[in-house]
């Protein structure tokens, strides 16, 4: 247990070892019942060392996925690091992936059948690489006949697109009832690349 009145640098330094030691995110809710504390204090201690690492020009960043924590590599390390690990930078998304992600992140939970309606084409390829790369998920099946899988984007989607949650996508235009929902597709797309590019920070 630990007490943040008394020793807020020692809840800081405790959040800090949990996510550097855990490698990928943790959520808030386990770290504050392990620390025997309030989540609203975790996050106001992650919040801390998130401006530290900042101010002291660090190279990792502390960054809130929704209700998860994560420790990273600094952004504008990002080629230096895949020079140091030998490793090729992640392909850029095309216009296929984006558009796929565009209507899973504004319109989740969806089956691909909902995709495929809206994009006027078959998405099981693309589903299946944003799968692969972390980007989307499963997140159980609609109940329809044939039960088609549901697919929600992941705090990998967030980390990649530099926001803390889905309340940070820019907002779509509002729907005039004669309008193509192919249009919303494009503002969708065109909202991503607003929102950030991927920027590295593995």
Known sequence: MIDNEKDP????????????????AVSAKRIAAV???????????????SDRLV????????VRLEDSLQLCS?????????????TRKPPKLTQTALEVLAITAYFQPVTRAYIDDLRGADSSYTV??????????????LDAP???????????????????????????????SDEPEQLR??????????????QGGD
């Open 146 to 176: 044939g039960r088609p899988t549901l697919f929600r984007t992941t705090p990998a989607f967030l980390r990649t697109f530099g926001l803390s949650s889905l309340d940070g996508l820019p907002e779509l235009p509002r729907k005039e």
């Open 55 to 62: 101010c002291e020009h660090r190279g990792i960043r502390l």
């Open 185 to 198: 597709i494009e503002d969708a797309v065109e909202s991503l690349r607003a929102a950030r590019e991927p």
């Open 74 to 86: 600094a952004p504008e390390l990002s080629d230096i690091i895949r020079q140091a690990l030998e």
């Open 128 to 141: 299946g690489v944003l799968q692969e790369r972390g980007l989307i998920e499963s997140c159980g099946t």
């Open 9 to 24: 640098d020692g809840l800081e330094a405790a959040i800090e070892g949990i996510l550097f030691a855990s490698g990928e």
């Open 35 to 49: 620390l025997a504390v309030d989540e609203a204090e975790v996050f106001n201690a992650a919040r801390r060392v």
